[in-house]
């Protein structure tokens, strides 16, 4: 009895999922070999967390005519897509924030060397791996402290200062395991502090002052200033581009005038794009057009415009590029750390401020 | 002779077709639960005993996955998830039967609006319910600049007392669903067979609860997977008041490079068990007992009439119960939506209804929405019908194994988080063989709504579980000696009896698709963003006003289809459907 009366529930389930298959298969999909109609180009597949990607993934079709399908996200996902991806990847060029990352991937034989042969800025030459396994195209800085003025007259210009009663519970940071920028942060002032011999232990010693003194740890850059505007904090140690946008964006009034000012040698974080390996030849043709034109003046002036209040407020580092008013003068004062060295500690450093400093 | 010759291979093909045909869905039905849950389940599972399955390291087999996961944070992390689960799991059941005897069973005004409200507490997301409470008792503020002592209370919010708080929030729905089914299959006459037999309220109290055992452990089931897997609450509040949960240290261990899907698979494991151990404890309360309870003689309930102190007093409870649980979310959301800027209290703050102008006119913003509405209605429609399947299964008196089976892979579902679950949808169709088979669904739509309807079939046959388990065989016996066929049958005693509970769970899945994100973030085809991509991508972009003014657009948008849908029902429905179900 009860096969016969379960059959139109069945029925009506496999109904339901060949309707399903019937509809969703009238969607849109994509993989890195899909073949664009007539012109001969196949489909670019890029893996992207900028914020101004749309914008230039539109603009570059627009000018070479090759179709792009954009995977937008934050940089941890999209990560992870590439690690669950190793064994077959789909992505045909990954552009985020940081090289440390791409150092490993490198290491681990998945991207392409690729010279684009554009001459860069004295910043910027800094930036390029020997093997050109990845092509630097911006740069931001990490740490920018970002302060509220009209709360506080002291303001820091090293990191030992932050160490002081002046700053007690003042101070707030992200979290390296939530934050993509904050681990770059981390890694450059212990690099700063004690080189890559003696970096971790001079790094770890200095968070645990630092801790001693109140410092705060909130997930990432938006959380760390919303605790900077609802004065839980009175200085905050940011990435620049979100220090920027928070300057040029919110209301000033009495209780609220956010400044920002860069401590002793702050860290380039470039904005980084690499080719995978695997692709197909055209595919790797195509995702080279793409860092060229990335490169030229006419991919910097859409970056540059589209996303004005966030991933915009960039330092150029191709010449002759000005950078957008709101994001001010490059520190003068700044370093490269070696992505290759930093890269592999990340998971042993996090763990360390996940255990004793958050 | 020769007749019967001819016949009777005839009759042994026709036998056989008639065989097939029998066990074809069947075997359809496990092989779409094989492709969209045990599949991408269990090759996730494997990374933690063999990284080198899908080139996550150089061992065929290890077991040092799982040393990390017992030892420092992730040990301390896996013990507070233990807790979470236990506490919310029990204090959603008392406080969701509490709601749906009221609702159900007294006549207390606004029974509606009060039903209304779980479905919306339904649709906000855990992180949102957080930031609503941290928005009152932050420092800075609302009781802050409202000059309200509330150092205890925010003591107690950023500790296991908060993260327990919110998550029973999220729970009660969840609890009441499953327990208001059962109860209002539950007809009158076993409340009057105690109360001729002289028992007082508190024995027929007591006898209610256990006829509706089923509906209670399900539901103490399905919140406890639900809380040890969430991460809206982990990654925000539990996170902020450094109270390590087990699905933290796992969306750390997926969410940070280099990533380590072994570690997470070996945590997942460890989800696994705890959410195995809850599922024991349901077979053996549950053990060789009948709970067919609604039958051609069942008479429905009515609504017991309160005196005046008890209606205040009741009506007084549901609205700080909802105060607590809708209120302070909605005020959260709604205070930081009209925000420019990042939402200071403060004298600065600059309040406008500009973002909600822009949420609903940028292409950017508001095609998301239409593209995930679509694929909610396709998940709900989908996933309640195989949800009434797995329902029907899991409550027959045949195939015990396979029933047993099937529920330990829908709470699994449950208790791995979403991110985990996407990633094993990657492991899986994203394989080179499974390519090189023609099978190119990763990176699709059809994937992201396979994965959709995996995610939420648990939930969605676990509303359906308590009413179908109800329905007597002989009411559709019945029907069929009356000459009905078995479509007939069906469909003349059995949708009547279960069109509630079918709407009840479409409007969940609709709801909780609406606005997934971990699934929907590693799955979602490129070019094709859903709303809660969007959503994510603004709040990453500290464009937090634009975004939380998509999240409440998103969810006054689900309210308006679920509405419109109950709204149809109440209208279309014969009159009779609308009355099943109801107590007079």
């Known amino acids: ?358 | 002779m020769t007749v019967t010759t001819l016949v009777a291979p005839a009759t042994a093909r026709t036998r056989a077709v008639a065989g097939w045909a029998r066990k074809a869905p069947f075997a359809l039905f496990w092989l779409l639960v094989a492709a969209i849950l045990l599949l991408p389940i269990l090759l996730f599972l494997l990374v933690a005993f063999s990284p080198r399955l899908f080139d996550q390291g150089t061992q065929w087999f290890a077991l040092s996955s799982f040393q990390g996961a017992f030892q420092g944070p992730m040990l301390q992390g896996i013990a507070d998830t233990l807790l979470i689960g236990v506490v919310t799991a029990a204090l959603s059941a008392i406080v969701g039967f509490a709601v749906a005897w009221i609702v159900q069973r007294t006549r207390v005004p606004g029974r509606r609006l009060w039903s209304g409200c779980m479905f919306a507490l339904l649709l906000v997301p855990s992180y949102l319910i957080a930031l609503g409470w941290e928005r009152l008792l932050e420092p800075s503020g609302v009781l802050d600049l409202l000059h309200v002592p509330d150092s205890v209370a925010r003591g107690l919010l950023f500790g296991p007392v908060g993260v327990i708080g919110v998550l029973t929030v999220k729970g009660i729905p969840f609890a009441y669903l499953a327990i208001s089914a059962g109860l209002r299959g539950l007809g009158e006459e076993f409340e009057a067979a105690v109360r001729v037999h002289g028992g007082g309220r508190w024995s027929v109290t007591r006898t209610v609860a256990a006829l509706l055992a089923p509906a209670i452990w399900s539901s103490l089931a399905i919140v406890f997977a639900e809380s040890i897997s969430d991460f809206g609450v982990a990654s925000t509040l539990a996170n902020d008041a450094h109270f390590p949960v087990a699905t933290f240290e796992l969306y750390s261990a997926v969410d940070n490079f280099p990533v380590q899907f072994p570690v997470a698979a070996a945590v997942g494991w460890i989800l696994l068990a705890m959410a195995g151990l809850a599922l024991l404890a349901q077979h053996a309360a549950l053990r060789n007992r009948s709970y067919r309870v609604l039958g051609g003689r069942a008479r429905p309930a009515r609504r017991r009439e309160l005196s005046r102190p008890g209606t205040i007093g009741t009506l007084a409870a549901m609205v700080l119960l909802f105060m607590l649980c809708l209120g302070v979310p909605t005020f959260g959301a709604i205070s930081a939506s009209l925000m420019t800027g990042l939402g200071t209290l403060e004298g600065g703050a600059n309040f406008s209804f500009g973002n909600y102008t822009r949420a609903l006119t940028s292409p950017a913003l508001y095609q998301p929405l239409e593209y995930s509405a679509l694929l909610a209605t396709i998940t709900a429609t989908v996933t309640v019908l195989i949800g009434l399947v797995v329902a029907r299964l899991l409550t027959s008196r045949h195939g015990r194994r396979s029933a047993r089976m099937l529920d330990l892979l829908l709470i699994t579902a449950v208790a791995l988080p979403g991110i985990v679950f996407a990633a094993g949808y990657i492991f899986t169709y994203n394989l080179p063989i499974v390519n090189d088979a023609g099978i190119h669904l990763y990176m699709t739509t059809t994937l992201l709504v396979l994965a959709y309807i995996a995610t939420s079939l648990p939930a969605a046959s676990r509303v359906l579980f308590g009413s179908v388990g109800q329905v007597q065989e002989s009411l559709r016996e019945a029907s069929r000696v009356h000459g009905s066929n078995a479509a007939g049958s069906w469909l003349r005693v059995m949708l009547p009896l279960l069109a509630r509970p079918l709407l009840s769970a479409w409007s969940l899945t609709f709801g909780g698709t609406l606005l997934e994100l971990p699934v929907s973030q590693l799955l979602y085809p490129p070019n094709d963003p859903t709303v809660s991509v969007g959503i994510e991508r603004a709040l990453s972009t500290y464009d937090y006003a634009g975004g939380t003014a998509m999240e409440v657009i998103a969810v006054l948008a689900a309210l308006a289809v679920i509405g419109l849908v109950w709204g149809i029902f109440q209208l279309v429905a014969p009159a009779g459907w609308r009355r099943l179900g109801r107590t007079s």
């Open chain 1, 1 to 358: 009895m009860n096969s016969w009366t379960r059959r139109p529930a069945f029925g009506a389930a496999v109904a339901g999922a060949l309707a399903l298959g019937t509809l969703a298969g009238c969607s849109s999909s994509s993989n890195a070999s899909s073949v664009s109609g007539g012109s001969g180009d196949v489909t670019l597949v890029v893996y992207s967390s900028q914020g101004y990607d749309s914008a230039v993934t539109k603009a570059f079709t627009k000018a070479t005519g090759i179709p792009v399908s954009l995977d937008d996200d934050s940089t941890g996902p999209l990560l992870a897509k590439v690690g669950a991806e190793r064994n077959n990847p789909q992505w045909g060029l990954l552009w985020v924030d940081g090289d440390t990352a791409f150092a490993t991937l490198d290491k681990e034989g998945q991207l392409l060397d690729y010279n684009p042969g554009v001459t860069l800025t004295s910043a910027g030459e800094t930036l390029v791996p020997s093997d050109h396994a990845y092509s630097p195209v911006s740069t931001t800085a990490v740490p920018a402290l970002i302060y509220n003025a009209a709360k506080v007259t002291a303001v820091p210009k090293t990191w030992q200062d932050l160490l002081g009663a002046a700053y007690k519970d003042k101070v707030g940071m992200n979290d390296p395991s939530q934050s993509g920028p904050t681990y770059p942060l981390i890694a450059g002032l212990m690099n700063e502090l004690g080189g890559e011999s003696g970096g971790v232990a001079a790094g770890e010693k200095y968070l645990s002052e630092l801790k001693a003194n109140g410092l705060q740890v909130h997930p990432t850059n938006g959380d760390t200033l919303h605790a900077l505007e609802t004065g839980q904090i009175d200085y905050g140690l940011i990435q620049s581009s979100a220090a920027a946008g928070e300057v040029a964006t919110a209301k000033k009034s009495a209780n609220y005038d956010p400044k920002v000012v860069y401590l002793g040698t702050t860290t380039l974080l470039p904005g980084v794009i690499g080719i995978d390996k695997g692709a197909s030849a055209k595919v790797q043709q195509e995702a080279e057009k793409f860092v060229q034109y990335v490169l030229s003046a006419a991919g910097q002036a859409v970056m540059q415009t589209g996303d004005p209040t966030g991933d915009s407020l960039y330092w150029p580092i191709v010449p002759g590029i000005e950078p957008v008013k709101d994001i001010g003068t490059m520190p003068a004062t700044y370093q490269r750390i070696d992505p290759s060295y930093w890269g592999p500690l990340e998971t042993q450093v996090n763990t360390y401020f996940d255990e004793n400093i958050k």
